[in-house]
């Protein structure tokens, strides 16, 4: 555990760094597929989710050797190998719409496809540009309506029971009653779980053509159907014809071919792929290695190809191996967050206890810490910093207010690391410090070797100050955390610490996790509006921004909720792992690895299969 003797050494040596520089617009065409849009009425959506314009330093960096110059590699390409991989946990099953957590869909991402997909960017960051993937044409016949032509070139796994029989509609009516009923995610897309969602209906009208029609009018409908957390489509044969918890048949660029529980995944080429010569590589064998030490030893050896090495030894592991690739990435979308227990004698019902709580934390010293900043400043690493904003991601480039600038208004200051100010807070709530409560997050390896690190490092800023006197609660994954906390809607004690999904559209994080009636959300008692104050402001917010079909106008509604919502601070944002763009080390045998770009993680089906191995550089 950290201690308060920690960070307040760690307080003497932070490091305020950030630059400046304006994002790349990535404008998401909302029925630009295919033949176009019957209805011009329909505007385009945009993202805008590109990073800060880094192209300088990192210019330097390669010119340097500390980062690699991306190239495509595609005419080079061999085709065969295997991609030797892992991961750091198993998964509780593997059926994508009817799982009890995301890590369900890091793996299903490989093998079921989905109607959308965001298009890789090649060599630059994705924009966030939706193209069809099953759908070859799509076409709004009105704001509520759209109509999907499915691919007739897509055929499901060559196995029993599917047999390489084609991908129909029916299967994406099947696909869609299932997530509808099942799903975790069910309530941020369909209408009959929750009213704030917008999918009342997906039907066939013949074999190859989806009509999908929405409650309302809803501005980030295809950039959903492209979400690999959402609606993937899994054949009819899975009710019944195989156990789709313990094995898969899909239409992917990859089929499971062995799954030892706890042991290892082994993926293969899918031989009725539709993308002609995709993917290059032979398969990916992936054993389950969840100790960081084990991981990072294996890749050194050459064993793994990358992904591994932590932001805090990229510098050192670059030095000891100089023939490893690096590449610096974007600015994330992902706001991890702190998330307060609402019973009614809660102190977190205060905002001003709230806001206390965020003026606690020192968002540069986690910044440093944990994307290690300082170290690779000082080493020639290019470096840019920010902090996340209530409830929207620093690399929601449109959409995003700087809680360092003026734009968010007086809730900027809430943001500020003050010790003394928060105890002010504290005293006009009423409240007696230290308050004595529990602080509740996960110590196991789903979210990553980092996040429990986070978590320690959250509760000993909060010991700190004097202001708290906090119990660690490592609470089970499946059986405790996920049921009582991440989807108690505030019906526990304390605080708890959070991983958060990245969305397709700022306005579904919006949505899922700051709408009283979100399938996530953590704003409200047992989805009781009345029971926070401000909070059916809030829900009236998000509800606009969601019905909007003018970008302009969609940014405006959001930028104005950021404002009110820092003043309430709902949830406290954190700024790691999205406040700097982590660097990642691989083996140069993995060609294209850092020139296809995947987009909201994406790469199992978008950018994976463009990657080939040289493997003559392999080690044995």
Partial sequence: METRAYW????????????????????????????????????????????????????????KGILTKRADTTGQAKAGGILPSSRTSDVDSMDPLAATSFTANAISRYVYPQLMEFKPGIIDPASGEVQGQLVEKA???????????????????????????????????????????KSVSRASLSNTASPAA?????????????????????????????????????PKESDGGYDPRKDMRGAGPFMLSKYEPSVRFEFRKNPNYWKQGRPFIDGIDAPIVSEYAQRLAQFRAGKIYGGVVSQEDTVSVKKELPQLEAYQGEFGTATYKLFFGLRPNSPFRDPRVRQATSMLIDRDLIVETFHNTKTFKDAGWPVDTRWNSVGIACGYEAYWLDPKGKGLGDGAKFFQYNVAEAKKLMDAAGIKAPIETNMTYISTAQYGTTFPRVGEAYRGMLDASGLFKLKTVNADYQTEYLPKFYFGKGDFDGIAWAATTTFPHPVQHLLDYYHSKGSRQKVAFQGDVKSIEGQQACDDLIDKAARSLDFKETVSFIQQWQREQAIRMPMIPSPWPSGAPAFTLQWPYVKNYATYRDYLEQAEQTAVPNWWIDQSQMKG
Avoid: H
Wanted: proline share 7%; with cysteine; glycine share 8%.
């Fill in 8 to 63: 307040t050494r760690r307080v003497g040596r932070r490091s305020a760094l950030r630059g400046a520089g304006i994002g790349i617009a990535g404008l998401t065409g909302a029925a630009l597929l295919g033949c176009g849009n019957k209805n011009e009425g329909v505007p385009a959506v945009s993202t805008q989710t590109a990073p800060v314009d880094l192209k300088g330093a990192g210019a330097k960096a390669e010119e």
């Fill in 198 to 234: 917008p999918i009342t209906d997906i039907s066939a009208t013949d074999a190859n053509t989806v009509v999908v029609k929405t409650a309302f009018p809803y501005g980030p409908l295809t950039l959903a159907l492209a979400y690999t957390r959402w609606l993937q489509i899994m």
């Fill in 139 to 181: 076409e709004f016949a009105e704001p509520t309506r759209l109509v999907l032509t499915l691919r007739k070139d897509a055929k499901w796994d060559p196995r029993p029971p599917t047999s390489s029989r084609p991908l129909t509609a029916e299967d994406v009516v099947f696909s869609w009653k299932k997530f509808a009923a």
